[in-house]
C-alpha cells in the first residue's frame, strides 16, 4: 500500500496504535508504556498524518539540543520528551532508526481525578517537536524512574490500587515537566532575549508600516509564525521572561501606540483606535483604561 501523504488517520484506541505499529495488544485498555525500538512498521504503508484521540508523551534519546556556550545558554544531550494532547495532527514517522520510550495515556483513564482538568492547563501539550524539552541526565534519569514505575504496574500486576498509583506517577511526570520546562526557559535566556528583542521589532514594524489597518490588531498565532514557534511556546516564554503573555504583551503595545499617538498628534480617538486596528473605538477605550485607569480623552487632556 503506497503511503497516502494527504490522508489523515485517526487512531481512537490503544490498541489501534499498538497494531498500526506492530505492537503485541497493550495490558491495560486506557494506559500503555511503549519502548520504541520494538515499534515495527513500513513508513511506506503508514497515513500521512495521524490524530489520536489520547495523550502521548514521548521521550526520545537522540532529541538533542545544540550547545552554544558563548550566548549563554545550552541544551543537554541526553534526550528530550515531546507531548501531544488528544486531536492534535501530527506527520506519521518516516522510519528512521530512534530510541527511546513513550507513554499513551487516554483521557478516560483521568477521570475522577483532579489531573484530568489540570492536565489541560499543560501548555507544553500544544509546543510544537523543535520545541521538546532537552533533559539533563539527573533530569533524564528522573522521568525514567517514573517511567520504570508505571511500566511495573502495567507488567507485574493489574489490581484495584494500580489506576491510583499510575494516574499519581503520571501527575507527578507532568509536574517534573513543568519544572524542567521553566529550567530550560532559564538555561536558553540568552537566546529567549534575543526573541523578545525580534518580538519588539515584529510588533514596531507592523504598526509602522500600517499592516493593522489592513490585517488588524495583530494575534499571538501571527507573531508566533513570524519566530517560528508555537503559540502557546511563546506565551509561556514570555511569562519566564518578562512575567506576561503574549496577548498581555500586544495589549500593553497597543496602549503604548495609543499614549503615542494621543499626545504627537491631533487625530481623534477613532482615528487612533482605527490605526491600531480595532474595529470600534470603544474597545480602545476599555483597554486603554484598564491599563492606565483613565480614558484615551482624560490621558490627551492630562497630557497637555
Known amino acids: 500500500m503506497k503511503k497516502e501523504e494527504n490522508l489523515i488517520y485517526k487512531l481512537e484506541s490503544l490498541t489501534d496504535f499498538h497494531r498500526m505499529f506492530g505492537l503485541i495488544a497493550p495490558r491495560h485498555p486506557l494506559v500503555s508504556f511503549v519502548d520504541i525500538q520494538q515499534m515495527k512498521f513500513e513508513p511506506a504503508n503508514l497515513p500521512g498524518a495521524l490524530i489520536m484521540d489520547f495523550y502521548k508523551i514521548a521521550f ?3 532529541l538533542c539540543g545544540k550547545a552554544r556556550y558563548g550566548q549563554n545558554y545550552y541544551d543537554f544531550g541526553e534526550g528530550g520528551l515531546v ?5 492534535q495532527v501530527f506527520e506519521s514517522p518516516d522510519g528512521s532508526a530512534t530510541s527511546g520510550y513513550m507513554l499513551l495515556v487516554h483521557p478516560d483513564l483521568l ?6 482538568k489540570k492536565i489541560k492547563q499543560y501548555g507544553f501539550f500544544s509546543y510544537a517537536a523543535n520545541e521538546a524539552l532537552h533533559l539533563s541526565e539527573q533530569e ?9 514505575i508505571i511500566d511495573e504496574e502495567l507488567t507485574s500486576r493489574i489490581d484495584d490500587f494500580s489506576q491510583d498509583v499510575i494516574v499519581s506517577q503520571v501527575e507527578l511526570l507532568l ?3 513543568n519544572r524542567f520546562y521553566k529550567r530550560q526557559f532559564i538555561t536558553r535566556k ?3 532575549n534575543s526573541q523578545l528583542q525580534q518580538l519588539e521589532e515584529l510588533l514596531d514594524q507592523y504598526f509602522t508600516t500600517n499592516k493593522a489597518v489592513i490585517q488588524g490588531i495583530p494575534t499571538v498565532q501571527y507573531l508566533a509564525e513570524q519566530l517560528h514557534l508555537s503559540p502557546s511556546y511563546l506565551s509561556d516564554m514570555l511569562r519566564a521572561l518578562t512575567g506576561e503573555n503574549a496577548q498581555q504583551l500586544i495589549h500593553h503595545k497597543l ?5 503615542e499617538a494621543l499626545s504627537t498628534s491631533n487625530l481623534s480617538v477613532a482615528e487612533v483606535a482605527y490605526q491600531l486596528g480595532f474595529e470600534h473605538p470603544q474597545s480602545l477605550t476599555r483597554l486603554f483604561k484598564s491599563k492606565t485607569k483613565m480614558s484615551p480623552v ?6 497637555n
Open 60 to 62: 526520545k534519546a537522540g
Open 111 to 116: 477521570l475522577s481525578y483532579p489531573i484530568a
Open 190 to 192: 540568552a537566546v529567549n
Open 83 to 87: 507531548f501531544t494532547s488528544p486531536g
Open 175 to 177: 509536574n517534573y515537566s
Open 255 to 259: 496602549v503604548e501606540k495609543a499614549k
Open 140 to 148: 533524564r534519569a528522573t522521568i525514567m524512574t517514573i517511567f520504570n
Open 298 to 303: 482624560d490621558f490627551r487632556k492630562s497630557f
